[in-house]
């Protein structure tokens, strides 16, 4: 009886804490992203924080991202640990560390709306420095690993969208792709620490956050677990450009002049 009377309490506090619209278009996009992210080590943010913002808003679906990725990842960490090249993942953390926290500010003080078109903006941007093949191909310096780290820590603090900059960075030295990934994989497990504390302080971990990762998770992990296989099995030039249409499609899709679509 007791058990029954727990599952009922159960039950009732996830319904209530979920949102009231959109709940099965976030498991859709999760595990889409989840896929994404498996395969590069980076990825999911361009394709859920804008999809995700238009149904439920910024302040909830970043610190979900978070949550939902922090935990299906965690596998991931250490074959990352010993396949990166943990010095240069170390010296972009020490910016991350100031980037992160100051993210998180214009997060939790900016207008939901306007932070929106922000971070529809951002992904664009972001997404055109992917496609148009530049790279950094001087050497690496700590003065300006830390550099990246902070703009990206700044980006992973506002909206979950650090990947990029981070990756365009990686790509151009010397490493290879699988190098770059393990890197990518690595820094974002620690800099989700970082980001986990800063939200907390902010305040941003509300009961329907734990509500979606409940319903989430198991769909982001799928997908990420596919994207890892697929990672050893799909040409990269290929999967690449499949992402860059879904982080497209995703950038407009979430500009709120189309919440009708999504709502």
């Known amino acids: 009886m007791s058990a029954s009377l727990s599952f009922d309490s159960f ?6 804490a979920l949102p009231d619209h959109g709940v099965y278009a976030l498991i859709f996009f999760a595990l889409i992203a989840g896929l994404a992210r ?3 080590g980076f990825g ?3 394709i859920f924080i804008p999809l995700g913002g238009a149904i439920v808003g910024p302040k909830l679906i970043s610190p979900v991202l978070l949550v939902i990725d922090g935990l299906a990842t965690l596998g991931m ?7 990166s090249n943990r010095r240069e993942v170390f010296v972009m953390i020490a910016g991350a ?4 926290p100051a993210g998180t500010a214009v997060l939790t003080l900016m207008d939901p709306l306007l932070l929106r078109w922000m971070i529809c903006a951002v992904a664009i941007c972001l997404l055109a420095l992917l496609v148009s093949g530049w790279r950094y191909h001087g050497e690496p310096s700590a003065p300006l690993s830390s550099g990246v780290g902070l703009l990206a820590g700044l980006f992973s603090g506002a909206a979950q ?3 990029p900059p981070v990756v365009a960075y990686w790509l151009g030295g010397k490493s290879d792709f699988q190098r770059v990934r393990a890197n990518v994989i690595f820094y974002f497990s620690i800099s989700t620490i970082f980001s986990t504390i800063s939200y907390y302080v902010g305040g941003l971990f509300v009961q329907a956050v734990f509500a979606l990762t409940i319903v989430i998770l198991p769909a982001y992990a799928a997908g990420l677990y596919g994207g890892s296989k697929l990672f050893g099995l799909a040409k990269e030039s290929t999967f690449r450009l499949i992402c860059y249409l879904l982080i497209g499609a995703s950038a407009i899709f979430g500009l709120p002049v189309l919440d009708s679509i999504l709502r």
Do not use: E, T
């Open 38 to 40: 498996g395969f590069s």
């Open 97 to 100: 560390a100031l980037g992160v």
């Open 44 to 46: 999911a943010a361009l």
């Open 11 to 16: 039950s009732s506090w996830l319904v209530s």
């Open 161 to 163: 969208l650090g990947g």
């Open 77 to 83: 960490i250490p074959d990352a640990w010993r396949n």
